[in-house]
Structure formats: structure tokens, C-alpha cells
């Protein structure tokens, strides 16, 4: 090789390792890069997510904020001696250091905050129920429609693997035909905390008020409600429902009991159901369909199928109904085969996936628009029982 040759070749050459050195230290700058966390609401929920986030690589607390001394307190001593700590959320929101916020306020605050953390250009993860009201609800969309932000929506259930491999199966026919939904999240509790001092009251037991609140539906049943329209891909037709207070007879403003009934097309029906007085199944969605049922908990699932093979469950005793002349079957033991999937928390999940989403640039399968439709569904069925009438979808809603 004469000189020249030699020059250009290794001139090349140098360009390429140069070229290379960079591409890899932009992917190990990606692979690293901190992301600066601060929370907004350090009460049960805000600071029950700070010790899945200090597990979780790229992710960072860097501040809490709260307008209640002990919940910050609370909030900063989970998160670390280095936190910064706010009692302003709009103070939080003006450090440049901060990258992405979690909103874990009460309800009727959500849509405000997360439209002045989106102006602030952070990223944000806003608990669920997204919004309250219509017109907050609308709001939110139309700011994160303009942004680009990336915008995570709470309902943790969405970014289960569990839950995302139980849709898949519903939408591949496991279950056929889709009869009916439901849907249930009962407890034996008051649903109130402990207050240290009166004035605390309504801050505190926020849920309690419907100033706040959307209540039970939006606090239990808002999880369920997202799990039908992404199993159905789409929106309740009309909601119809009844509610009460009727066991826990201490100020509350928000029922203690609810009902409600959502018609999707194709003429299927979803029930849920909350009550307070009772804690028999506590959490389940029950997916009814022509080859089988599948209940979904928490943490696990079962599928019940309608074959031959279910029908030929043992049954314990029987007797006879001495009214209709018909067999009860008592104590049956039903076939059913479980569905094993391994999978994180949910709420583990949905704070990694939202990481990624911030790494990769992506939308979140939780999104505005899914958080937007819920949110629509839950005041829905708010206005059904406070009003008692038939409350229909509008398609003005726009999503």
C-alpha cells in the first residue's frame, strides 16, 4: 500500500471509529440517562409508589410535594434525605431539574395540575381517574393533543401482563361470543382515615365529598370500566345505575353502596358494583361468553369453559327443591383451567412502562385518550345515580 492510499484508508477508518465511539455514547447516554421524578400528592397512593420507583433503573425521586405537613414528611422520608420538598406544586414545576411528574392528588385537582405540568414540559403520569367533569376532561385532552409530552394515564391493570395476556386471549375467542360483564370491588370499611385534627377533615377523607370525589365509581370501578372498553375496544351506548347511603351514616356525601349498568354494541351488558358493608370476592371481573367464563382477580385468572368436560364437574350432594321439583346442586366443584402468566405489581409495571415510554418516545398503551374515554364512562355513571335516568354517550366526547 503506497502512502496516499495509506491516508485515506486510515482516514476512513478513524471517521468510522470516531462515528461508532459516538453512536455508542449516545446509547450508553440513553441506557443511563436519570429521570427526575417529582410527586405531587405524598399521601397513601403518591407515596406508595416512591418504593416501586427507587427499585426501578433511570428512575429517580427527586422531589415530593404536598400541602399537608405530615403527608410530605411521609412522602420525603420513604424517598430519601437528598429529596427536595414543595408545598406548591406550582414551585415544583418551575425546576428545570425535574423531568416528569406523578399526579396523586384528589380527583377534582387532577386536570388542572396536569395542564400546568404539561405547560411546564414535563412528562406526566397522572392517577386515575384521569379527570373529573367533562369539561376538565375535555380540557386535558385538547392540552396533551398539543404537546409532546409523554402523558401516562394510572390504571395500573392496563399495563399488567397479566391483564394485557387475559385481553389478548378474550380477543383470540377464548371465551367466544361475549355475553355479559361483572364486575365487582367490595370491602367491609368505612373507606375513612384517621384525621389529627378537625380541620384536616376534608383534605384528608376527600373521597367523602363530592366537591372532591367521584366516589366509589371513580376510585374502584374506573379500573374495571377500562378493562371493558379495551377488551371491547369500545364505548358504553348508556349507563343506567342506583346508589345510596345506606350503612355507613357518618356525613358522607358519596355513596357507600353503587350499582351501575353499562350497554356496549352488540347488545352486551357490563355491571359493577361496589359496596362497603360486605368483603365476600372483593375484587373480581367476571368476562361471560358462549364457550366459557373467565374470572380475573387482582393477581390471577381462571377460565371456566362450556364443554362437556365442565359439565361433568363433581357434585358433593344434591337435593330436592320441594317447591319446583327441580335439583340443587349443592357445593359443585367446577372444572376450570388456571391461566398462568409471570408478571410484575401492576403499579411496578405501569411506572416501568411509563420510564420506557419516556426513553423510547412513545405513547403509553394507558394513554390521554383511554384515560379520557374511563373518565367519561365514570361521569356517566355518576350523573346515572345522582340523577336517576338513563345517561347516554355523547359523541361529542370525541374520543
Known amino acids: ?201 376534608r383534605a384528608i377523607n376527600w373521597r367523602m365529598y363530592r366537591e372532591y370525589s367521584g366516589g366509589l365509581v371513580a376510585e374502584l370501578c374506573s379500573h374495571q370500566i377500562d378493562f371493558v372498553n379495551t377488551v371491547l375496544d369500545a364505548n358504553p351506548i348508556q349507563v343506567m345505575g342506583t346508589g345510596g347511603i345506606d350503612f355507613w351514616k357518618d356525613g358522607r356525601e358519596t355513596y357507600d353502596n353503587i350499582h351501575l349498568t353499562y350497554s356496549y354494541p352488540n347488545g352486551i351488558e357490563a355491571k359493577f358494583s361496589c359496596i362497603l358493608s360486605n368483603a365476600k370476592d372483593r375484587y373480581q371481573i367476571k368476562v361471560i361468553g358462549n364457550k366459557g367464563t373467565l374470572i380475573l382477580t387482582t393477581t390471577s385468572a381462571r377460565f371456566y369453559p362450556e364443554d362437556e368436560k365442565s359439565k361433568k364437574a363433581p357434585v358433593i350432594s344434591q337435593d330436592v327443591d320441594g317447591v319446583s321439583g327441580a335439583t340443587m346442586q349443592k357445593d359443585e366443584v367446577a372444572y376450570y383451567e388456571p391461566i398462568n402468566i409471570t408478571h410484575e405489581n401492576p403499579s411496578k409495571q405501569a411506572l416501568l412502562d411509563f420510564r420506557n415510554s419516556i426513553l423510547d418516545n412513545t405513547t403509553p398503551v394507558s394513554n390521554v385518550i383511554t384515560g379520557a374515554r374511563a373518565a367519561y364512562c365514570v361521569q356517566m355513571g355518576i350523573d346515572a345515580m345522582r340523577n336517576n335516568k338513563i345517561v347516554t354517550w355523547n359523541s361529542e366526547f370525541g374520543v
Not at 502512502?3 to 470516531?18: D, E, P, Q
Not at 391483564?163 to 365487582?184: D, M, N, P, S
Request: net charge positive; glycine share 6%.
Open 1 to 201: 500500500m503506497n502512502r496516499r492510499k495509506f491516508l485515506i484508508n486510515g482516514t476512513a477508518a478513524s471517521i468510522t471509529l470516531a462515528a461508532s465511539t459516538t453512536i455508542l455514547a449516545q446509547v450508553a447516554s440513553f441506557s443511563n440517562k436519570k429521570i427526575n421524578i417529582g410527586i405531587i400528592g405524598t399521601g397513601a397512593r403518591g407515596a406508595g409508589l416512591i418504593p416501586f420507583i427507587n427499585e426501578i433503573e433511570n428512575l429517580n425521586v427527586y422531589a415530593c410535594c404536598d400541602v399537608i405537613p405530615f403527608r410530605l414528611e411521609q412522602g420525603l422520608k420513604r424517598a430519601g434525605n437528598k429529596t427536595k420538598s414543595y408545598t406548591n406544586y406550582k414551585d415544583l414545576l418551575k425546576d428545570k431539574a425535574i423531568d416528569a411528574v406523578i399526579v396523586a392528588t384528589p380527583f377534582s385537582t387532577h386536570s388542572q395540575i396536569a395542564i400546568d405540568a404539561v405547560s411546564a414540559g414535563k412528562h406526566v403520569y397522572c392517577e386515575k381517574t384521569m379527570a373529573k367533569g367533562y369539561n376538565g376532561i375535555k380540557k386535558l385532552i385538547n392540552k396533551v393533543k398539543t404537546s409532546k409530552v409523554i402523558f401516562q394515564t394510572g390504571h395500573q391493570y392496563h399495563s399488567s401482563r397479566l391483564y394485557t395476556h387475559v385481553v389478548q386471549l378474550i380477543k383470540e375467542g377464548k371465551v367466544g361470543k361475549i355475553a355479559a360483564f361483572e364486575c365487582q370491588w367490595n370491602r367491609n370499611h368505612s373507606w375513612r382515615k384517621p384525621v389529627p385534627e378537625p380541620s384536616l377533615e
